[in-house]
């Protein structure tokens, strides 16, 4: 089973560029995105229109401010994409059933789930994943807030509460905790962390109106 | 994975129509239902049509006759977000955020909301049950804890929409395209209970699709409401649920509906309730009544008896509600 999973890293560091192992070393340093930006041609943008099951097809996804093409089968889902095609790793499969919110990411700001989204659907839209959210080499404000309240245990579920509050904060920057609990009511944490969550989700809020220092 | 299928991504209405009538086309509009029916494989899909380019469909717009259109493709959460519907229909605008989670009212649609296949875990696991074509519902002998307590015949799932019923409550109607034209069925007469045909869940042809939903002008006097119980607070289908229309002159309900969510196959009209509160002033005595005729024919299975004190406590409160609001 180990063997399998080396070869399809293997076979999708072909597609990507990019093996699996460094791709995590250079999301450590923040530069990922720039790293595995590739070349997208403006012509190309328009939606495809008709896709053969058995055929892969080529269509551009916007991800994290740049156009990626790729070529897909009209079954793979836009988690499927993003992790196995373009190396972005940030964003988890958990259930693959949209129950448990680990794959989530913004489509046009909106938080959805990418494990429920086929790829082609996405072909006109804005997708942001975690990557997304560094601000070069540093931290963005809503994952700063998650470190610094310590908001998760395991951190397999991280990424997807992390996308849930920047989504969240996007239509209401000053949430109650109410309007949080409903906010990342979307993403299951089996650690239990959620109280965690709620404080990183008002810090994040703070951060964001560039509330700095210890709170 | 998801099997095989190929895609189609429909330039037209017209176009999605004659894609749609080809056997083992599926339509796709949010996809989320669809997703998790392709992936637990309950049917058989070589082509997916996708209604997603099609931006006639979305929005919500005052009609001339004082009431609002619904358009499919609008999603769950711009309803639930929407000024006009909260001020006018605020039992919809409550039932579309009670839908699933976040991230999926950002995905579904109302359309969808509607049409959504059946959560019965048999249906949806490897269980060639009687709605997939089967000899047998499972559900009957087995686990039974979410099915239905009312309107079960043969199969008792119970009908998975928070909109659905708080559109009955309101008398929308469905705005139905399809190769003939266009038709409009009111929602009432929409779902399909098994009693009617055991394989359907709605009047909807292979090649139809909905376009839009529209809901009149609220009567004088119109209060509405939609209650949801579920076993997890954060999101889940509902356990019980009661949606609300009733218009009052002063303290008397001079008509109106009441429907059930969670109770049947269909979205539950409750005429025992409607008829014990018509003309009526809503006191503490008349709700208990109303809501003991509401249970009066409700049958339980082995596990979920649970359900018929549960649908009285939430019908009696929510009356009490509407009547002091």
Redesign the interface.
């Known amino acids: 089973m180990a063997h399998d999973r080396r070869d399809h890293d293997e076979k999708a560091a072909d597609t990507s560029g990019i093996s699996r192992r460094g791709f995590i070393s250079r999301v450590g340093a923040g530069a990922a995105v720039v790293a595995v930006a590739s070349k997208a041609s403006a012509e190309s943008a328009k939606p495809t229109e008709t896709m053969q099951a058995t055929e892969l097809s080529r269509i551009t996804l916007t991800v994290n401010g740049q156009q990626r093409q790729v070529l897909v089968e009209p079954r793979w889902t836009l988690s499927h994409v993003l992790r196995e095609e373009l190396g972005l790793t940030g964003t988890k499969v958990g259930c693959e059933r949209g129950e448990c919110g680990a794959c989530t990411v913004l489509i046009d700001g909106k938080p959805r789930y990418s494990c429920m989204t086929l790829a082609v659907e996405a072909q006109d839209a804005d997708i942001v994943t975690v990557e997304g959210l560094m601000d070069g080499e540093d931290l963005g404000p809503t994952q700063e807030a998650f470190v610094e309240k310590d908001a998760f245990q395991c951190g397999y579920c991280t990424s997807g509460q992390i996308l849930a509050v920047e989504g969240m904060l996007g239509d209401n920057p000053n949430p109650s905790l109410d309007e949080i609990r409903i906010g990342v009511s979307g993403n299951l944490c089996r650690c239990g962390a959620y109280v965690h969550i709620f404080q990183a989700a008002q810090r994040a809020a703070e951060l964001k109106q560039g509330v700095g220092g210890e709170s | ?9 429909a ?1 037209s209405l017209t176009e999605a129509q004659q894609q749609l009538s080809t056997d083992g086309a599926r339509v ?1 509009a949010g ?2 239902d669809l ?2 029916c ?2 637990d494989e309950v049917f058989d899909c ?1 082509k ?1 049509v ?1 209604v ?2 099609l931006d006639e469909l979305r929005g919500i717009t005052r009609s001339r006759d004082g009431g609002v259109n619904i358009g499919a493709l609008t999603t769950i ?1 711009e309803l639930a977000a929407n000024s006009t519907v909260q001020e006018l229909y605020p039992g919809l605008a409550q039932a579309a955020a009670e839908v ?5 009212r ?2 579904g649609t109302i359309g969808g909301n509607i049409c959504q296949k059946p959560r019965c875990w048999y249906y949806r696991g490897e269980f060639e049950c009687l709605r997939k074509g089967g000899d047998t519902c499972y559900a009957m002998a087995g686990e039974n804890q979410y099915h239905c307590i009312l309107g079960g015949y043969r199969c008792y799932i119970v009908h998975p929409s928070d909109t659905a019923p708080a559109l009955l409550a309101l008398n929308a109607s469905v705005q139905i395209a399809g190769p003939r034209g266009e038709r409009v069925v009111p929602i009432e007469d929409f779902h399909v209970a098994p009693r009617d045909d055991v394989q359907r869940e709605t009047v909807l042809e292979d090649n139809e699709i909905v376009v839009a939903i529209s809901i009149p002008q609220p009567a004088s006097g119109l209060r509405s409401s939609y209650r949801k119980v579920r076993a997890r607070g ?2 889940d289908f509902a356990l019980a649920g009661v949606a609300l229309a009733l218009a009052f002159d002063a303290d008397r309900v001079t008509g109106g509906r009441v429907v059930l969510s969670g109770a049947a196959p269909i979205p539950w009209r409750s005429r025992e309730v409607e008829n014990t509160i018509i003309g009526q002033r809503i006191d503490a005595t008349l709700a208990r009544e109303a809501a003991d005729a509401a249970m009066s024919e409700a049958a339980a299975l082995k596990n979920n008896g649970y359900k018929i004190p549960l649908f009285k406590g939430v019908i009696e409160e929510q009356l009490l509600a509407i009547a002091s609001a």
Do not use: D, H, K
Not at chain 2, 2 to 8: G, K, S
């Open positions: 994975m998801i099997p095989e299928f190929n895609y189609v991504r330039q796709c996809g989320s997703l998790g392709l992936r070589s997916v996708s997603t380019g959460a699933a989670s976040p991230q999926l950002n995905q954060s999101w």
